[in-house]
């Protein structure tokens, strides 16, 4: 049994408050969530909701800690252990909630062990003043030190334990697995001594780094990637279905991001798709390509010729060689008769050219993609300034034509949906890229196409000076609406076909382990 | 803090020196920073060479291990072959210190390491595949390495 898909339905049922959630809503689904069958029929003919929507849920940082306190209180009641060890087991076995029962009910001893929770020798941990004491950090012997020992008994006085504590957690960003300062002690500083030790600032930075591991330690939870955002967002898809999935995940702060490699959203283009494009707008090799579909080597001295003239009589600006641009064969050989290069039809020649053609036209279909790509990437971000003024714009409408705040708000509408499209159209170009040429091709380049149209027409509107704003409200809602409809329309097919692995790549998509 | 714990580490140290080892101040004003004459161990490639070891311990000592480096040059899978002749495992390195951990327990470390690398854990990694495959090979360039740097 994968007992992550086991824990994962125990993770839903526990309801508590939930601070935003996807379109349709409920997570209830999920208690049938089986092992193979991640997104199963069943699940896709639910009304509302389409093929390419994923459930998730967002959580802010007391839903984190709440949600924490809460798996701690429960196995803490079925192991009888108190709940600060049963955080320090939890967080030991990544939040394995059943694996940590199973292995506790085979052998308590070796667990509580390896988790730094060995046999106690001392009992409530306080801070003590004890007589004679030296403390092997520090060599501070003066009477009346204030000194600490975990339960394992190792003692220190309470400066050297803070400073260590503070070094930890501040340099280092360690939380869970602070361990006894005695070299070959692997017990762990719980919190209650942590609490007792150390100042405010550093307890709440001690919260933060322990509630920071509960979501790293889990693969149905992630940090939203949105600077500055403390909320993380659960979502039950998991790695290996991320051929067959895009899941987009939109953050309470508005982020719209994939949960699957938490890159900013790139429906409809699967992640290892997104990875393959970027890499290959990022290499050089490009250039490579350029260089090979628009230049020579001088067949003597190998240096890179680029013609600039229309005449086929070539001479090498560094070797002096003199060669025919068409068969590259020596010039003096040609005679008077270059403009009819004889040579042409070599073997040799043929070759040549045939390389030369080939790369041409896998550099033209490239740039084909990435032209188109790269357009919408930089017409978003012009949109995106254009949205800033958005709010300058709706303020000077409603002043000007006397509508009201409410009735203005269509601007602000129209302007997320450019965004949002021009994210979805940017990669769709990046996809079909990659897509081999079937009949499914055909129709997604219509439903691109229509897509693309309502897009550009849109974006024109929304440029029009604002005394003209007013009479274009209606056409502009009803396009906004009807882009939102393209999107839908398309994105629907593409996942549909990515779900059932009817699209034909000439790449890989399976992603790596 | 660090100046109380150093001192008395040091001066029990020469109280009771470890064996093969010869520990000395560079400058007596800068107690962060010692030299170390190391016998290369009997029975190991290094014998009858004596190694010049460098200890910087860092103002957050002993929260913060020291770092230990070969001054002598030396041919060892756990050594850098470069001018720093740097060290990172086992207790030198940052998570694995714990500050009740001492300089005689770092020292008689890096003597452990002498007498036995650890090539699976190895920065010179041509080094540790030939301690591994061909150690008849290795015995002989770390021997003849003692002999042109390490002479007394």
């Known amino acids: 049994m994968d007992s992550d898909d086991e824990f994962m339905s125990g993770l839903s049922d526990d309801g508590f408050e939930q601070a935003h959630d996807s379109d349709d809503g409920s997570m209830a689904d999920d208690e049938e969530f089986d092992e193979d069958a991640g997104f199963s029929q069943d699940k896709d003919l639910k009304p509302g909701k389409k093929a390419y929507e994923v459930d998730f849920k967002v959580f802010s940082p007391k839903d984190i800690q709440s949600h924490q306190d809460k798996q701690i209180d429960e196995v803490s009641a079925i192991l009888g252990q108190p709940s600060e060890a049963t955080a320090i087991l939890l967080r030991h076995l990544r939040w394995n909630k059943e694996r940590l029962i199973e292995t506790y009910m085979e052998r308590p001893e070796s667990v509580l062990e390896t988790a730094g929770l060995g046999p106690e020798s001392v009992q409530t941990p306080t801070t003590k003043v004890i007589k004679g004491f030296t403390c092997e950090i520090c060599c501070e012997d003066t009477p009346g030190l204030e000194t600490y020992a975990l339960k394992c008994g190792h003692r220190y006085c309470v400066d050297c334990y803070r400073q260590y504590l503070a070094q930890k957690i501040k340099d280092e960003g360690e939380a869970a697995r602070i361990q006894c300062p005695t070299s070959g002690c692997n017990r762990i500083v719980d919190s209650k001594s942590l609490d007792m030790l150390v100042a405010a600032e550093l307890k709440s930075r001690y919260q933060v780094l322990l509630t920071r591991t509960y979501v790293d330690d889990k693969d149905n939870l992630k940090w939203c990637p949105a600077p500055n955002c403390e909320y993380a967002i659960e979502c039950g898809v998991k790695k290996r279905e991320l051929n067959r999935i895009v899941p987009t995940v939109a953050c309470a702060c508005e982020h719209r991001f994939c949960f699957g490699c938490t890159l900013h959203d790139h429906q409809p283009a699967p992640c290892s798709l997104v990875k393959q494009w970027l890499k290959k707008c990022e290499d050089d090799s490009e250039t490579a390509n350029w260089i090979s579909a628009n230049t020579k080597e001088c067949p003597k001295c190998s240096s890179t010729i680029e013609k600039n003239g229309g005449c086929n009589h070539m001479t090498c600006r560094k070797c002096k060689h003199e060669f025919c641009w068409m068969c590259m064969g020596l010039w003096s050989e040609h005679g008077t008769s270059w403009y009819n290069c004889n040579r042409f039809e070599e073997r040799s020649g ?113 440029e029009k000076p604002t005394q003209e704003l007013a009479a274009l409200k209606v056409d502009m809602m009803d396009k906004t609406s009807y882009c939102n409809k393209r999107r839908v329309i398309l994105l629907d097919d593409t996942a549909q076909n990515l779900k059932t692995g009817e699209w034909k790549f000439n790449v890989d998509i399976t992603m790596g382990p | 803090m660090a100046q109380k714990r150093i001192a008395k580490e040091y001066s029990e140290l020469q109280k009771k020196p470890l064996e093969g080892m010869k520990i000395s101040l560079p400058s007596e004003a800068d107690m962060h920073q010692w030299q170390i004459l190391i016998d290369g161990p009997k029975g190991s490639p290094y014998e009858g060479g004596v190694f010049t070891l460098h200890l910087s311990l860092p103002t957050e000592y002993p929260f913060k291990p020291p770092t230990l480096s070969f001054k002598t040059k030396i041919y060892h899978p756990n050594v850098t072959n470069d001018d720093k002749g740097s060290m990172c495992l086992g207790m030198l390195r940052a998570d694995e210190w714990k500050p009740s951990s001492k300089i005689d327990a770092v020292l008689s470390f890096a003597k452990a390491l002498l007498l036995e690398p650890q090539a699976d854990d190895a920065v010179e990694g041509g080094i540790a595949r030939e301690y591994k495959e061909n150690k008849k090979e290795f015995v002989k360039n770390a021997k003849a390495w003692t002999k042109q740097y390490a002479k007394r």
């Not at chain 1, 790369?359 to 357009?375: G, I, K, M, P, V």
């Not at chain 1, 302007?415 to 009949?439: D, G, I, M, P, V």
């Open chain 1, 350 to 462: 043929l070759d040549g050219r045939d390389a030369q053609a080939k790369s041409r036209q896998s550099l033209e279909r490239y740039l084909h993609y990435y032209n188109r790509y790269a357009n919408h990437e930089q017409s978003a971000k012009l949109d995106k300034d254009l949205a800033s003024k958005t709010n300058v714009k709706m303020k000077s409408l409603a002043s000007t034509s006397g509508m009201s705040w409410i009735e203005v708000e269509f601007l602000k509408t129209a302007s997320q949906t450019l965004q949002t499209c021009r994210q979805t159209l940017k990669w769709t170009y990046a996809f079909a890229y990659y897509l081999q040429r079937n009949n499914l091709t055909e129709i997604f380049e219509d439903n691109q196409k229509d897509f693309e149209m309502a897009v550009e027409s849109l974006s024109e509107m929304f």
